[in-house]
């Protein structure tokens, strides 16, 4: 794949990542200028989104690889995904909202695993293409939260129109991306993992790193100010430390995988990733820029090798299905991950238990969530680093 076509199907998946992460920080403002500002309706306007991403985005994807119209299904539900974030600034009912909302989730999530199926990052020597087009993912999310504060400035609808219009230009230039005609699926996305059972383990492995980031969102910010008492600007200083070393390590970790064993980055990362987090909230503030920047290291190392897999597993026809398990197992895990922490730190402290002690238990079961991932895989990771070592082999 040529440097052209991988810069411009990055860029795509930078602007489709975007479009979502703007709203991030709107939400908030949003739900009390349209509906009323009810809590319910800002933890249901993030959750029912990820819940249309896990369950529609296999599907719509699956359809895609049975048909083999892939760029017209993309483009057609980049433009949908453009639309219905559009339709959400609108005053409408809560009711209808939060259905758009699903329905847009399952939308932008397709339509990314769509345009990552493009890349075309299959085997040894594509680490390149996957590093960058998960580089692109995480900058997006890096970016979202700060830029959509600042439209936020304008009006509490501007990351919706933003965002929307965004999405619909992102729709307009995917017109010119090749995409394979051929179709070859079953239809049914988790027939794919019968077929090809070593897909399970890059999915497995995003599904753990973003149930782990989900632990760490909201209760890092609770936790700096609870019981570290810093400011929201030296927490948001703390989450760079994590957030940059993730986005940008994420391609030089792709072109890793080109090099060395991606099955070993993985082991490695998810070891690092796991440590990081039992020592999250025992170091003291001095030590906390160290251990969440190793921990942003340590989730690129998971999550570019993981993208590398997914797209060299899945066979030809049904590598959008494939994306698109891996991206829902994505949205699966940052759900759960926001649930249970936030429940389980809820329970606790109503049962008397101080931030001191609770937050540092979270992180710590977050930790300890990827050691047993990585205990579990061992010989599925095994196996993988075989097959690595055949392919280099081979490509030498």
Known sequence: MDDRRIWRVAGLVFGTMLSSTLLIPAVRSYVALR??????????????????????????????DRTGRR?????????????????????????????????????????????????????????????????????????????????????????????????LVVATLALSVPMPTGSGASGNPFRLWQREPLLRLPTLWITAERFTVGCFVVSFALYAHRVLALSDAQTGLLYSWFLLPFALATYPMGRLAERLDRAFLVSAGTMTYG?????????GKEALPLVLALAGLASAAIYAPSMCFAASLAPEGSRATAMALVNAG???????????????????????????????????????????????????????????EAERAQVL
């Open 35 to 64: 509906h009323g500002g009810q809590e319910s309706v800002m933890h249901a306007f993030m959750s029912v989104n990820m819940l249309g991403a896990i369950i529609g985005a296999p599907l719509l994807s699956a359809f895609a």
């Open 275 to 283: 440590v990081m987090f039992l020592l999250l909230g025992v170091v």
């Open 71 to 167: 760029r017209l299904l993309a483009v057609t539900l980049l433009y949908v995904d453009g639309l219905l974030l559009l339709a959400c600034a609108a005053p409408l009912p809560s009711a209808l909202v939060l259905g758009i909302r699903a329905l847009q989730g399952a939308a932008n999530v397709a339509g990314l695993s769509l345009l990552l199926s493009a890349v075309r990052g299959s085997g040894p020597g594509h680490g390149k293409a996957m590093g960058m087009a998960g580089a692109a993912i995480i900058v997006a999310v890096a970016c979202g939260s700060p830029l959509g504060t600042l439209l936020l400035s304008w009006s509490p609808l501007a990351p919706l129109w933003v965002g929307g219009a965004l999405q």
């Open 330 to 388: 994505g949205s699966l895990g940052m759900l759960l991950g926001t649930a249970l922490a936030g429940i389980g730190s809820s329970l606790l402290l109503r049962l008397g238990h101080g931030p001191g002690e609770v937050y540092p238990l979270v992180f710590a079961g977050a930790g300890f969530v990827q050691l047993v991932v990585l205990l579990g895989s061992s010989r599925g990771l095994r196996r993988l680093s075989n097959m690595d």
